[in-house]
């Protein structure tokens, strides 16, 4: 019975609403018809923006730690973090990416837009070609005014110095962080880098470009060690090098020399220049044996990257959804107008 009730109840309270509606039907039609056109317009103001994403999975070095691992990483745990040697691990790499060294790296890169009108680098586009909304420009405009020229004095890609950088300087690296984003799969370890940017072409150069430098710097941190110990064999090696060879040439300059003399003193000065050579030999040699082996080691801590989704220039733009901004609008003013009328007429 209360059922019945509370139903007639909101079945009267629908046709009361609805009645209401087609009494002020001219006043929904004019509130709807002003949210359709100023959404319309502020939308169509927001200029539209591409997104590409890369993915990387990269070679571990860490031991096989077998049905451990694959039960931890079921539930969110990545077990073989705990036994790397390395102090960067993947998870954080999006904090590398965030850094101001990173970001401004990216300066200098050449880009091109997709309908060739802009070749430039990327601190320039950011700085003169990036689109923005009319009241975007306004509010840059008044900025602009109280901004202290001096203070900018020759702002430029080339002349970036991450420790010192100008208030230029420091908003485009501003800009190239919000472009460029990095997650990494905390079981599975693979590196999700996400670009966005106003033109599909410079969107997906950008988006390979980090993927570049991400792998550059790993691969420079990961081989650090071994390419520092690599130049210092390669020092040794020459060393070695230079002395045999001087030995030699003293030994077979003596030997030339004396060939007739039978003394005993020039045959022990003979023997001494020859143990010499030999000795200067067998370490020229060894220390060719460990450049070798330094060179492998090299190879062998040199990373390998699986490109899972390599960069591909968009072919239709990420954003802004505009027929979903107009509609979102036009349902809030039905809304706001239905509860005007139906208050109004209490």
Request: glycine content about 4%.
């Amino acid at each position: 019975m209360v059922e019945n009730i509370e139903y007639k109840l909101r079945e009267i309270d629908l046709k009361k609403l609805l009645n209401r509606i087609k009494t002020h039907k001219k006043l929904f039609i004019i509130n709807l018809s002003v949210a359709f056109v100023v959404s319309a317009f502020l939308i169509l103001c927001v200029p539209r923006f591409y997104v590409c994403e890369v993915k990387l999975a990269p070679e571990t070095t860490t031991p096989n730690i077998g049905g451990l691992g694959a039960l931890a990483s079921s539930f969110g745990l990545n077990m073989s973090n705990m036994a790397n040697q390395d102090a960067i691990v993947p998870e954080l790499y999006p904090d590398l990416m965030e850094s101001a060294d990173f970001q401004t790296s990216m300066f200098p890169i050449k880009i091109k837009s997709n309908d060739g009108k802009i070749e430039t680098t990327y601190y320039e586009y950011l700085e003169k070609y990036q689109k923005s909304a009319w009241w975007e420009k306004i509010i840059g405009f008044v900025k602009d005014l109280f901004k202290d020229e001096d203070a900018e004095g020759g702002a430029s890609a080339m002349k970036v110095n991450p420790f010192k950088m100008t208030k230029k300087q420091n908003d485009i690296a501003k800009q190239v962080g919000q472009k460029i984003k990095c997650s990494v799969d905390k079981k599975t370890s693979v590196i999700t880098i996400n670009v966005e940017d106003q033109d599909p072409l410079i969107c997906a150069t950008i988006a390979d470009s980090a993927r570049v430098k991400l792998q550059q710097f790993i691969i420079k941190y990961r081989t650090n060690k071994a390419r520092i110990d690599l130049e210092y064999t390669k020092n040794l090696y020459q060393e070695a090098k230079r002395q045999y060879e001087r030995a030699r040439q003293v030994y077979a300059v003596f030997s030339d020399a004396n060939q007739d003399l039978v003394l005993e003193s020039y045959k022990a000065k003979l023997e001494d220049l020859e143990n010499e050579m030999q000795l200067q030999y067998n370490n020229y040699q060894q220390i060719s044996q460990q450049l070798q082996l330094a060179k492998a080691k090299l190879q062998e801590r040199t990373p390998a990257f699986t490109t899972l989704q390599s960069a591909s220039v968009p072919l239709k733009p990420t954003g802004p959804k505009r027929m979903v901004f107009v509609a979102f609008c036009m349902i809030l003013t039905f809304i706001g107008t239905s509860v005007y009328v139906f208050k109004k007429n209490i």
